[in-house]
């Protein structure tokens, strides 16, 4: 089908980070300040970001990637262990999993939310679990409380992959502030970005200790600065570490990106708004279901085709949507579907009916601070051009 003229007016990108002078200038005065690597930016941004999340302790890695092998180390995960992880993920959650030689256990999500469903997580712990991943889909915080009763009845560590949850609140508490160990990621596309980032916020001195130590070769915290005016020259390596943390060029980013969080979600919530507007009234679509205790930090907007009133698929329907213009995403392809999982596990997809009914039907719709009026409303028109087009 060609795009109709009156509607392709330009390509709307899935992602665009909001960058302005605000992070040129900081990352400006990071490189004349002389210090690239970690340093002394870096600290300011931990510090800003601690304070934000409401989080005693913040470490800043390079990627959230990073941060959840970091915090699976905390713990002391070891080889044969069971670490419990959402089917409908990114493979970062799975695969930290797998560099202990540990299992990653796949269980299925919520129709509605997309997170991880608690009573199939309560029935694939077995005495092996040590941990459980939940990841707050799209921004949407999971069901904290009762996955934190089940880790106090089965002695399980709840380490948050929080890559999209920034700032997110689970009854009225920033996420952050209320896990064992809550990893976020400072990706090109996500809420906040440092081009690649992570971090990692605890309550815990001892695991904040553990991964500044290893973050950094597992040499003696604060090691960084032995080359610094009054700094040591002496320093020893503790453990096995990691290359792992992140550069005072990427921290100036992160930290003028900080300032504005607040701002960029409210945009993200009104392009939500306007979006969810638009389709609720529509019989073939479905918007996204936030639970009435929690706020979303709207890094997606998932979008399900009610796929019984349309002629035609998700894949062709995304087909359609590129073809006029649109970028999009789909989150995710459920994990036992790549080839590395089916090499390696046992998974099938029959065992994970939502994350399959989900994956038939979702798209990711762009949300993203710099879309103005003009590009939602082309998003919206574009949608309504498609399914009136192939309704039933
Ligand atoms: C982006 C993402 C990650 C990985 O973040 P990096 O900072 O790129 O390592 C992990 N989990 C989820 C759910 C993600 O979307």
Known sequence: MQ????TAIHYIQFHQAHITDDEIKEV???????????GPKTVKFEEAFANYVKSPYAVAVNSCTAAMHLALKAIGLSAGDEVIVPAL???????????????PVL????????NMDVAAVERAITGKTRAIIPVHYGGQPCDLDE??????????????????????????????SLGDLTCFSFYATKTLTTGEGGMVCTANPEWAEAVKVLRLHGITRDAW?????????FYEVVESGFKYNMTDVQAGLGVAQLRKVDWMLARRAEIARTYTQAFCSREELLVPYIKPDRQTAWHLYPLKLNLETLKIDRNQFIEQLIDYGIGIGVHFIPLYY???FQKNFDYHPRDFINSEWIYQRVVSLPIYPDMTEADTSQVINIIFDIIQKHKR
């Open 89 to 103: 993920t990114f493979i970062a959650t799975s695969e930290v999993v797998s560099y202990f030689n540990a299992q």
């Open 338 to 340: 790549h080839p590395y």
């Open 107 to 114: 269980v299925d999500v919520e129709r509605d939310t997309h």
């Open 28 to 38: 400006i005065d990071s490189l004349r300040s002389g210090w690239l690597t970690m």
């Open 225 to 233: 600065k032995r080359y610094a005016k009054g700094g040591s020259w």
């Open 3 to 6: 795009p109709q003229e009156s």
């Open 147 to 176: 996955l934190h009763e089940l880790g106090k009845r089965y002695n399980l560590h709840i380490i948050e992959d929080a890559a999209h949850a920034l700032p997110s609140y689970y009854k009225g508490k920033i996420i952050g």
